[in-house]
């Protein structure tokens, strides 16, 4: 396992690709909510790995119980997370539980359950201070600026996210637009 105090930069320093994990969650009680692919987080990894190339390596989960197991083996250098109104809870759980377990884990949210204003999204960044980043439209562009930056902000700078402006679909608190 990763140790949780490593830089976000240590995969490079390692000579290992970056992890990144996307999760498009469902609930799973008697019955999956949802038990369709999660095509969008697809592309997004598709796109990324197209653009990054193989300094980054992508994983997408579909449930809780696959996206905890790959959790207990291994930190996650970026999260990237769906956020639609059906699986928000459950999403901001995984949000919360990975930011609070990993500090520097870069944690991106996209998805349509946001507000289309920039004060509502500012309010939504500040009132969830798991989310680093958001790809307010289309996440193939923002995820992967965003995983780009990532290669090279330094972990100060990430957390503090005052000095990365991936690219106009993505929004920090401090940038949001």
């Known amino acids: 396992m990763i140790a949780a105090t490593a830089d976000i930069r240590d995969a490079a320093a390692a000579g290992r690709p970056k992890l990144v994990y996307f999760a498009d969650l469902t609930h799973t009680g008697t019955v999956a909510n949802a038990d369709t692919f999660p095509y969008g987080l697809g592309c997004i990894a598709a796109y990324g790995k197209a653009v990054l190339g193989d300094s980054f390596e992508f994983d997408i989960f579909k449930t809780p119980e696959d996206l905890n197991e790959a959790l ?65 439209w289309e996440g193939e562009i923002a995820s992967s600026s965003c995983s780009a930056a990532c290669r090279t902000a330094t972990s100060t700078s990430w957390r503090s996210r005052r000095h990365i402006r991936c690219c106009p679909t993505c929004c920090t608190w401090r940038t949001a637009s």
């Not at 289309?116 to 500040?126: H, I, W």
């Open 72 to 136: 207990d083996a291994a930190r996650p250098d970026i999260l990237g997370l769906s956020n639609f109104t059906w699986n928000h809870r459950l999403t901001m759980a995984f949000a919360d539980m990975v930011k609070h377990r990993w500090p520097e884990t870069v944690v991106i949210m996209g998805g349509p359950n946001i507000c289309l204003t920039t004060s509502g999204r500012t309010r939504f960044l500040e009132q969830n201070d798991s989310v680093d980043f958001y790809a307010k």
